[in-house]
C-alpha cells in the first residue's frame, strides 16, 4: 500500500483555505453586528432624561429621577431611588 503524500498535502491545504474564507466572512459579519449594537447603545445612554422609564442590565425597571455625570438616580418603586452607573441601562422609553 502506497500513501499519496502529495494528494494529502494539497487536499490539507485546500480545507484550510477554504476554513479560513470562512472564518474572515464570519469575523466580517460578527464585527458589523458589533458595530450596529455598540452605536444602538451609544444612542440609548445619550438619549437618558429625568422621567425616561429604563430597564437595567438585570431586568430591573425604574424611572429616571435625576441624572449626574456617569451615574443616574432611578426610583424603582414609589419613594425608592437608587443610583446606578449610565452604562447599566440597556433599554429606554419616554416616561409620562
Known amino acids: 500500500m502506497n500513501i499519496n503524500w502529495e494528494v494529502i498535502a494539497w487536499t490539507c491545504i485546500t480545507l484550510a483555505v ?3 474564507i470562512f472564518a ?3 469575523g466580517f459579519i460578527s464585527a458589523k453586528n458589533m458595530r450596529a ?6 444612542e440609548i445612554h445619550t438619549g437618558l432624561a ?9 431586568g430591573l425597571y425604574g424611572r429616571v429621577v435625576g441624572i449626574e455625570e456617569d451615574t443616574l ?5 414609589k419613594g425608592t431611588v437608587i443610583k446606578i452607573d449610565r452604562y447599566a441601562v440597556q433599554g429606554i422609553s419616554q416616561g409620562k
Open 37 to 42: 449594537r455598540r452605536e444602538q447603545m451609544r
Open 18 to 20: 477554504i476554513m479560513g
Open 73 to 77: 438616580n432611578v426610583e424603582i418603586a
Open 24 to 26: 474572515l466572512i464570519l
Open 50 to 58: 429625568i422621567g425616561s422609564q429604563v430597564m437595567f442590565a438585570g
